[in-house]
């Protein structure tokens, strides 16, 4: 059973931008990016993109491929591809506080970021935000100690207009070299 038909709505990992499948020919999946690129890509450089509802995107018009040259897509018109975010606040894990102390919800929390991280390497996801609050800085101090045991993953201070300094942004690396 083929993993893309044509139609399917796209991403490609490692990079910030996805398409429609216009024809799957064995592994070799050739996609046209929202600017009308056509790109070959093998099956495992590319994953469903899970941003919409629908299964499929309807193809209307059958898309005729040429043969030759191909333009390259530059990365500044390259769409981005939303994180997911993960909120570590302790009110948001657990239905009460009551009879938790620091070392519980301290880890309560690293529990999550932990099974969230491996989730996301799992499911092939590029892109997660943690969200941690300002604080005294103790969770982001154990989260930056988490993600320096990973060789395929970065990490950064997310977006500081949506997120301020209470997020940290952790990109993960799907076809590590």
Known sequence: MRKFKVGDRVLVLDDEFGGVVASAKAKLITIITDDDIEIDYHESELILDQRFKVDRVVVKQEVAIQKGKKRQVSR????????????????????????????????????TARYKLEWARKERIPKLVFIHGVGEGVLKKELEFLFDRYNDITYYDADFQKYGRGATEVYIYQNPK
């Open 76 to 111: 500044k018109k390259a769409k981005e591809i939303p994180a997911v975010e993960i909120d570590l606040h302790i009110h948001q894990l657990v239905k009460s506080e009551r009879g938790m102390d620091a070392f519980d919800k301290l880890n309560t929390q690293m529990d």
